[in-house]
């Protein structure tokens, strides 16, 4: 591929992130790491899971992104109620008008999107969870023997809310490792929800504008596949994914101690994706072992599971995510 045009893509990413947080300032105040992780996934081609309590703006800000992406939005609600059919499509019979001839006919469902918010997707029972996740995996959908492709880019955003448990399905940790990160919204500090107030309160917030086209897209996730990795950043990379199995040679005792199961070869290759694509949005041709160690939450803190021993000393994954780097450092 040509250097100089790779260069010169570098340089209009690094400038349409710069724009992008601008424009998207309009209508969501603060969460700057948020939403520069959904830039690193979507530019990875990952899907995300945001957790995050009601009230957030999680919805607005995927729908903002959206807009200011130009692709097209859709939103599926999730309930114990939802059919798989609900998500992908289903067949009905149709009338020819010009023969009257009755044959079946596929009406695409909502998953037929660029940009999908799988809104509370723990509210619906593991079979329709799975056709979701079916989609996500394969970028298609099977109807009766016959396959259509989802349009590129093709990118999920799930929601979880954390407090509430009744009437809800935790997705199994094989169908979690399908989310390049699982991003944690927390609540705005006192300056930032003072703004937000009296931006939500006021007259009507003016319009996004487009920052990045489709085709721009397309270009920048295929340059995040370009960019070079130095060998002491992937072994990092993967080293510190393999220390996270409880028996491997270099987990330390307390992963011993307090982890059922680690991370699998997804979260290393996510980790070095997601590196490249930072590096990029930073304006810098080739990630550091840095990178790594700033998405290590987002991409490992739902592929490792505490195990008794841990929750009996109330640690979370983050914590021991935490104690983890600190012991590689």
Not at 134 to 139: G, K, L, T, W
Not at 163 to 192: N, V, W
Not at 282 to 301: E, H, S
Not at 311 to 326: F, H, P, Q, R, Y
């Amino acid at each position: 591929m040509n250097k100089q045009k790779d260069l010169h893509l570098l340089e209009k990413l690094t400038d349409a992130r710069t724009h992008f947080l601008s424009e998207i300032g309009k209508s969501i105040i603060g969460q700057i790491s948020v939403l520069d992780h959904i830039l690193i996934a979507l530019f990875c081609k990952g899907h995300t899971l945001l957790v995050g309590v009601p009230g957030l703006a999680k919805t607005l800000m995927i729908k903002s992104i959206a807009e200011l992406l130009d692709l097209k939005f859709k939103r599926i609600q999730f309930t114990p109620d939802l059919m798989p059919s609900d998500i992908t499509g289903t067949e009905v019979i149709d009338e020819d008008q010009s023969t009257g001839k009755r044959g079946f006919r596929f009406f695409k469902g909502p998953i037929f999107g660029n940009i999908i918010l799988a809104d509370e997707i723990n509210r619906t029972p593991p079979k329709t969870q799975a056709a979701l996740l079916e989609a996500m995996q394969e970028h298609k959908v099977t109807a009766s023997g016959t396959s259509y492709v989802l349009e590129e880019p093709f990118f999920v955003l799930a929601t979880q809310n954390p407090i509430e448990q009744e009437g809800t399905y935790p997705l199994p940790e094989a169908q979690l490792d399908r989310f390049m990160f699982h991003i944690k919204i927390d609540y705005p500090d006192r300056s930032e929800e003072i703004a937000i107030v009296q931006t939500t309160t006021g007259q009507t917030s003016e319009a996004l504008k487009k920052v990045i086209g489709k085709n721009d897209l397309l270009s920048y996730q295929d340059l995040v596949r370009r960019v070079p990795v130095a060998e002491n950043v992937v072994e990092y990379a993967v080293d510190l994914v393999a220390s996270t199995r409880p028996g491997s040679a270099v987990a330390p005792d307390f992963i011993n101690d307090w982890i059922e199961w680690g991370a699998g070869p997804r979260a290393s290759q996510y980790l070095i994706l997601g590196a490249k694509a930072k590096a990029v949005l930073d304006g810098r041709q080739t990630p550091n072992i840095d990178d790594i160690k700033d998405l290590v939450f987002p991409v490992m803190r739902h592929r490792i599971l505490p195990n008794f021993n841990a929750e009996a000393e109330g640690l979370s994954t983050d914590d021991i995510l935490v104690k983890l780097l600190e012991a590689r450092n």
